[in-house]
């Protein structure tokens, strides 16, 4: 007898909940040590998806960048240490838990990272930000730094460096170098972004491997001039002028 009559299964998604995506499988040997992606999940991608579509409005271009936001810096909390911390339950039992051991500030490299105060606020309620101005030098080429403004009791506290493209690096290496002059030790900055180059995470790391990096995707490349390939273009045009 012939099976003809055998159900047709249903399609099936291209990734299942949680599976992980190509990106991390090609990449991670070439991954260094301090670096750490988001879990690479469905979700994740479809959020990338629509913030990579250059059709998408500035709109959901902001709310689903929030989103990712939002993800990423949980994700950088979880790199803090804590301490051992009991507390008393209203059942009048004992809790062993933890606490955070330090105090945390932000450091936005600007224009683009300003884009991730916010997200940083809405979980660390009154968090202290600081800001950062690097551009290119006309002359030297090099980033040079043009404005800065910390907490004054920076070198006491983590930072969490915020700019959502690491591209070539070397806006991100400079503002090390200055929150390392300001006195912070390069194992209490964590920076978080949301697309990188592997050349970019290369630099950066080999440069200063105690940091820690956060990044939500590693993508490709760059292309000839410097835009993170496939990307999403220009963050802070589509965060602010589209
Ligand atoms: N900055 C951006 O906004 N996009 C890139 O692709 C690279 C740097």
Not at 37 to 45: I, R, S, V
Not at 146 to 151: A, D, E, G, L, V
Not at 181 to 205: C, M, Q, Y
Request: hydrophobic share 35%; with cysteine; glycine share 8%.
């Amino acid at each position: 007898s012939s099976s003809s009559s055998a159900p047709v299964p249903p399609p099936q998604p291209s990734l299942q909940p949680n599976a992980l995506s190509h990106n991390s499988t090609t990449l991670s040997d070439t991954i260094p040590p301090s670096v750490f992606t988001l879990p690479q999940t469905a979700q994740l991608e479809a959020l990338y998806t629509i913030i990579r579509d250059k059709d998408t409005s500035r709109g959901d271009f902001l709310f689903y960048s929030d989103r990712i936001i939002r993800l990423l810096v949980e994700e950088g909390l979880n790199h803090l240490p804590v301490v051992k911390k009991s507390v008393v339950t209203p059942t009048g039992s004992t809790y062993d838990g933890v606490g955070f051991e330090g105090k945390i500030c932000g450091v936005s490299i600007l224009r683009a990272g300003e884009a991730m105060e916010a997200g940083l606020r809405e979980v660390c309620r009154s968090v202290r930000i600081g800001k950062i101005l690097i551009q290119r030098d006309e002359e030297t080429t090099k980033p040079k730094l043009f404005y800065s403004k910390f907490p004054q009791d920076i070198a006491k506290r983590y930072v969490l460096l915020l700019d959502p493209m690491l591209a070539t690096g070397g806006s991100a290496m400079k503002a090390v170098e200055v929150l390392m002059e300001h006195g912070v030790p390069e194992d209490r900055i964590i920076f978080i972004n949301l697309i990188s180059s592997p050349e970019g995470l290369k630099t950066f790391a080999g440069r200063f491997p105690r940091l820690k990096v956060i990044t939500g995707w590693i993508d490709q490349g760059l292309n000839e001039k410097a835009y993170i390939i496939p990307g999403l273009g220009d963050f802070g045009e589509r965060r602010y002028c589209e």
